[in-house]
């Protein structure tokens, strides 16, 4: 199950690389608000911090104090507080910069939420939500993170296009049967999870996300990737774990910076010569395939510094 900022999970070896976890928060006490420090955002092995909207070089130094004067300013931590709803208090703090609504039952987020403008990260997963209202495209300061995981969302509302700015977003883990073709529009998208949904397919129009380094998509209906794949060239990882592909998807052919590639539990029987061509690939998981790749191509993989897992 995915995560958002209030979780906290053990380490798994498997999943190492699907940890989203972008920081350790304990519960507010009283009227006290956390520290969240500098924000991780975990992309391809590379570690990137975020501090309000600003992506900051990992190796510059932030004055401690500075980072928790602000976070603690405009940052409300309501996780886990079996809430049922949202106190309408809330809807007046527009200063906020985190919002953090994780795991408390909500079945109802009010079109309120749009008056929180200067939000950079909301965090909304864990709850009962089944539906999201017009109003959450209104925050386009969002430019962290968008937690909408683990609801029982069937659709995603067209105006969450109008986010332009937002860098994570995760609507892992729903009921979800289409993402919107607006979502074109999220052209500052470095990482997409869409796990555990009913997808059958992607929007055409996903190869406009010109700086997305990850797309997760395990455990959906895919059978193929739209021809605009080819356009994601900053992509870096790939997963499509338990979908229904029969074929390689040739749109991630001439890919120039993918490098690891996740094919788990489809439907594939076989690789296509295409595969050693591929310019940056270390790693293809086919296991759970009925695919036997012949020795020669393996040979040429395996030369080319791409690890074949079968």
């Not at 053990?10 to 920081?23: P, V």
């Not at 932030?62 to 409300?76: D, E, F, G, I």
């Not at 949904?197 to 997760?216: K, V």
């Not at 910076?257 to 293809?284: F, G, Y």
Request: include cysteine.
């Amino acid at each position: 199950m995915a995560e958002g900022l209030g979780d906290v999970r053990l380490a798994d070896a498997d999943r190492a690389e699907e940890d989203d976890r972008l920081a350790r928060v304990k519960p507010a006490q009283g009227s006290q608000v956390p520290d969240l420090g500098c924000r991780r955002f975990r992309g391809g092995g590379e570690v990137e911090l975020f501090q309000g909207d600003l992506l900051l070089d990992p190796h510059r130094t932030v004055r401690t104090s500075q980072r928790r004067n602000h976070t603690m300013a405009h940052t409300l931590n309501l996780w886990r507080r079996q809430l049922g709803e949202v106190p309408p208090s809330v809807w007046e703090r527009t200063d906020l910069d985190v919002l953090i609504l994780a795991d408390n039952g909500l079945t109802h987020l009010p079109p309120e939420i749009g008056r929180l403008r200067q939000l950079t990260t909301l965090d909304l997963g864990h709850n009962r939500l089944t539906t999201l209202p017009a109003e959450l495209g209104q925050l386009t300061g969002l430019s962290g993170f968008l937690y909408l995981h683990d609801n029982d969302l069937t659709e995603i509302p067209d105006t969450l296009g109008d986010l332009t700015r937002l860098r994570y977003l995760n609507v892992g883990e729903n009921q979800i049967t289409a993402l919107p073709e607006t979502l074109s529009h999220m052209t500052g998208l470095i990482e997409l999870r869409a796990r555990h949904n009913q997808l059958a397919a992607l929007p055409d129009s996903i190869g406009s996300l010109g700086d997305l380094r990850e797309l997760w998509l395990r455990g959906n209906a895919i059978a193929d990737l739209p021809s605009s794949t080819a356009s994601l060239r900053a992509l870096r990882h790939l997963d499509l774990r338990e979908n229904t592909l029969a074929e390689l998807p040739e749109a991630i052919a001439a890919l120039p910076l993918l490098r690891q590639v996740d094919v788990r539990s489809n439907h594939l029987t076989r690789l296509p010569e295409w595969i050693v061509d591929m310019p940056a690939l270390e790693k293809l998981d086919l296991r759970w395939n009925a695919c036997s790749p012949s020795p020669a191509l393996l040979d040429k993989l395996g030369r080319r510094g791409c690890v074949v897992l079968l």
